[in-house]
């Protein structure tokens, strides 16, 4: 049997395809780098968007479980939801008054390319419409991330932290969302590891 030459325009394709790849994966990480600017405003706390898109994830991956919609897509809901921010920067509320951005231009274009772009923007898209009950709970998932720093801020002595906990309880679309805001608030930030241990740990002090 003869072997078929590959088309080298294929070749190329591919290669072009692998290029593209790897610009988005670098422009990906600019994320990073980008910080969530409200923190200014609030006087303490800082992350970057990256930081941000994790955690959302996993909220909304909790919430979906809570809510009996499906996690995974919701996951990803989160976890693409702010990569136009990459190229337009994070706009805290106030600069939201004086400055306009397009991300969902921003998405195509670096998607542009890579082969992605029919599996991601769809969620941009769905993400937007807020009409899928996956769609609410990932700008829950939003607003949770935001409200467990903001828990945290509190925790540490910030008075303005409890201002924007009241405002970002408003902005929460779903039962599931509310339910587990209020106990976020209700819970102190460092319970996780200060009452986890078994006491006997904490007086052992060696922890052997």
Not at 42 to 66: P, Q
Request: charged share 25%.
């Amino acid at each position: 049997m003869m072997n078929t030459p590959c088309d080298p325009h294929e070749h190329t394709k591919g290669r072009e395809r692998l290029k593209r790849m790897a610009d988005f994966l670098f422009e990906v990480g600019m994320l990073r780098k980008t910080p969530r600017t409200g923190y200014q405003f609030l006087g303490s706390g800082a992350e970057n968007v990256a930081e941000h898109s994790f955690r959302t994830a996993i909220v909304g991956f909790a919430l979906a479980e809570m809510a009996g919609a499906e996690p995974c897509r919701t996951a990803m809901l989160c976890l693409f939801h702010d990569l136009p921010e990459a190229r337009c920067g994070d706009f805290n509320y106030v600069a939201k008054m004086y400055n306009e951005a397009k991300p969902e231009a921003a998405l195509r274009h670096a998607l542009a390319g890579t082969g992605l772009t029919a599996k991601v923007l769809p969620l941009y898209e769905e993400l937007e419409e807020s009409q899928s009950l996956e769609a609410r709970l990932a700008h829950d998932a939003d607003q949770l991330d935001l409200i467990l720093n903001l828990k945290e801020q509190q925790d540490l002595g910030n008075p303005y932290a409890a201002k924007w906990i009241s405002c970002a309880l408003e902005r929460l679309h779903t039962p599931e969302g509310r339910q587990l805001a209020e106990t976020v608030i209700q819970t102190d930030h460092t319970d996780w590891w200060f009452l986890g241990p078994d006491r006997s740990w904490w007086e052992r002090k060696t922890g052997k």
